[in-house]
């Protein structure tokens, strides 16, 4: 399960990374599925780091957890330049 979540927290960034390929409509699919990614990451990896014995699996899920958080706030100010009219 901890690989899983720096495995997800990967594809969330690439994922984020295709969301500005595209148009609006999948765009918006996109960045909604590396949302949900980087979520689960977040999430995952803050629980799994709290129960983790090995400190290369600490580590990576802390990798993942940052990651995770830098996808999230990218979405944020993706959304806000790219969605809300000027």
Same mark, same amino acid.
């Given at each position: &399960?901890? =690989?899983? /979540?720096?495995? #997800?927290?990967?594809?969330? /960034?690439? *994922?984020? &990374? ?6 609006? #409509? *999948?765009?918006? +699919? ?5 949302? *949900? ?11 799994? =780091? ?5 400190? *290369? &699996?600490?580590?990576?899920? #802390?990798?993942?957890? /940052? +990651?995770?958080?830098? /996808? ?15």
């Amino acid at each position: &399960m901890n =690989r899983a /979540v720096f495995i #997800l927290s990967i594809i969330g /960034v690439v *994922v984020y &990374m295709f969301h500005f390929s595209y148009g609006a #409509l *999948v765009g918006s +699919i996109l960045g909604s599925i590396a949302g *949900v990614c980087a979520i689960f990451s977040i999430y995952g990896g803050i629980i799994g =780091r709290s129960q983790a014995e090995s400190e *290369v &699996m600490k580590a990576q899920l #802390l990798a993942a957890t /940052v +990651i995770s958080c830098l /996808v999230f706030l990218g979405l944020t100010l993706s959304v806000i330049f790219l969605l809300v009219p000027a």
